[in-house]
Each structure stands twice: as structure tokens, then as C-alpha cells.
């Protein structure tokens, strides 16, 4: 008799702990649904920000048990498009910039340093009719955020170099050693870290490992980045910066790219790291 009570008391308080989630869950203007798991007690995330997430992602084919614990629910591991945690990497991105998943920047404003969202992202917010990759036309979205750091973001501004003191290599590299270093130059198999950012010959800035604080990591003579990076990161020691101008044959050549016309020259401003 215990067990039967016992049993028929933890299917109510389930019940009712269901209910209490889906009472607190929030709405926004733009059916933007979402419920705080933890709610944090760190700085929060405002528009403009540079925020560290670990997430998971999903597809919504129905509207049932929304807010409930799809990374333990086998029946939705289908569904699963992005998880952060099995890959043991943590993203990092300006808030309010719409440069993660699309539409999921509205469920993180507000939230604080330590906290855990669950947010439903409403198609007309994500990828609408169009879909994309594999997220079907007219699919909803659920997101698991964790929010682990927000910091001010760092606006890069291009250096003042002598503009005497540009050289150029026999593929048509332009660069100018702003600081040496120390040690040996990289060379192929070296693996190597930098922070750069990236102009176009107008000055227009399309790219800043420094404001995003995320440098960029690379094996030299792997073609991992673009030929004109790759020579002239063998230029510099550990510690050395240097301003390096590519031709459209040394950068991305006529393929046009969201922020980088095709037959651009590039210049770059980095600063190399590490040494490995």
C-alpha cells in the first residue's frame, strides 16, 4: 500500500513540478518563447557584448514537452542540428549581432552569468520559409543556453605605420615589421597563434580576432588560411606585429565573400602569439 502511494504521489508532484515549468515560461512581443533552468547571478548580457555560451540545438517537429530535457530524450536525438558539449568547445560571439543561430540572440538578452535558458525561437524568427541546411521551411527552433562569461568587447582600431617602410615579397605580399619578436620564425608544420584584423584598401573593417577574443589558431603551410596570412606570418617571431597588404591573388581572388568583395586587396594587422 505504501509503494502504491508512494508511486501515485510522485506521478502528482511530476505533474505539478510540469505545470510550474510551463507557468513560468515567458513570451515575448515576437513569440519569442523562453524558461530560465537557473537563473544566475553574474553580469548580464547586453547588446554588444562579447558572450561565451555552451548550447545545444534542436529541431521542433511537434509542440509537446517543450521544456523539458531533450539532451536525456532519445526520441529527440534526430532532431539534434548543434551541441557545443559533445564537441567540448564553447562558443563565443557579439551579443546582438545576429552572427550565431539565427534569432536566438533576443532569448539571451537579460540573461545573467551562470544562468541556463531553454528558448523556443518561432521560424518567422529563425530561418523562416526558406530553411536552411538542416533546418527545414517553417521549422521552430529550441535552444539550451549556458552562459558562461560576458565581457565589454574591444574595438579594434588599424595601426599607424611608417608607410616608408613597406616591402614587398616576390608574390606581391606588402608588409611592414612594426615588432620583430623574439625567437625562431615559424615554418610549415608550425602551429601558430595570432590576432588580427582585417581591412579592406578603403579601411573598412570586415573582421577582428581582438574584438571577438578569440585568436586564431593555425598549422603553417596547411592551407588553413588564405596564402597572403600564411606567408606573412613566417615574417615574425613570437611577439612580432606586422602590417601585411594582399593582392586578390594572395587573399580570396574573385570569389566574392559577405564582407569581402571579389578581386579585393586585404590588409591585415596581426600580432603572432605562439609558436608551436
Not at 45 to 57: D, L, Q, W
Not at 189 to 214: C, H, P, R, W
Request: glycine letters at 10%; hydrophobic letters at 35%; charged letters at 25%.
Amino acid at each position: 500500500m505504501k509503494t502504491i502511494f508512494a508511486l501515485a504521489a510522485a506521478i502528482i508532484l511530476l505533474f505539478f513540478t510540469g505545470c510550474s515549468k510551463e507557468n513560468e515560461v515567458k513570451v515575448n512581443k515576437s513569440g519569442l518563447r523562453y524558461f530560465d533552468e537557473e537563473t544566475g547571478d553574474g553580469r548580464e548580457a547586453e547588446s554588444g557584448n562579447i558572450i561565451t555560451v555552451n548550447f545545444r540545438a534542436w529541431t521542433v517537429h511537434d509542440s509537446t514537452n517543450l521544456f523539458s530535457d531533450w539532451a536525456t530524450d532519445t526520441t529527440k536525438f534526430p532532431y539534434l542540428i548543434g551541441d557545443s558539449y559533445a564537441r567540448g568547445q564553447t562558443f563565443k560571439f557579439v551579443l546582438g549581432e545576429n552572427t550565431f543561430i539565427q534569432g536566438v540572440d533576443e532569448g539571451i538578452f537579460s540573461m545573467k552569468t551562470g544562468g541556463k535558458r531553454t528558448i523556443i525561437i518561432p521560424s518567422k524568427l529563425a530561418y523562416g520559409k526558406q530553411g536552411m541546411g538542416p533546418v527545414g521551411p517553417d521549422m521552430d527552433l529550441k535552444i539550451d543556453i549556458e552562459l558562461l562569461e560576458v565581457k565589454d568587447r574591444v574595438i579594434a582600431k588599424m595601426w599607424d605605420i611608417d608607410t616608408t617602410k613597406i616591402n614587398t615579397t616576390e608574390s606581391g605580399l606588402k608588409y611592414s615589421i612594426v615588432d620583430q619578436g623574439e625567437g625562431e620564425s615559424p615554418s610549415d608544420g608550425n602551429a601558430v597563434m595570432i590576432n588580427y584584423t582585417g581591412y579592406l584598401g578603403d579601411s573598412t573593417k570586415f573582421d577582428s580576432s581582438v574584438e571577438l577574443d578569440q585568436p586564431l589558431e593555425f598549422v603553417v603551410g596547411n592551407k588553413d588560411v588564405i596564402d597572403g596570412l600564411d606567408e606573412g606570418i613566417r615574417l615574425l617571431k613570437k611577439g612580432g606585429k606586422a602590417r601585411l597588404i594582399l593582392p586578390p591573388s594572395l587573399g580570396y581572388k574573385n570569389v566574392a565573400l559577405p564582407q569581402i568583395p571579389a578581386n579585393s586587396t586585404l590588409i591585415f594587422d596581426v600580432e603572432l602569439l605562439d609558436v608551436k
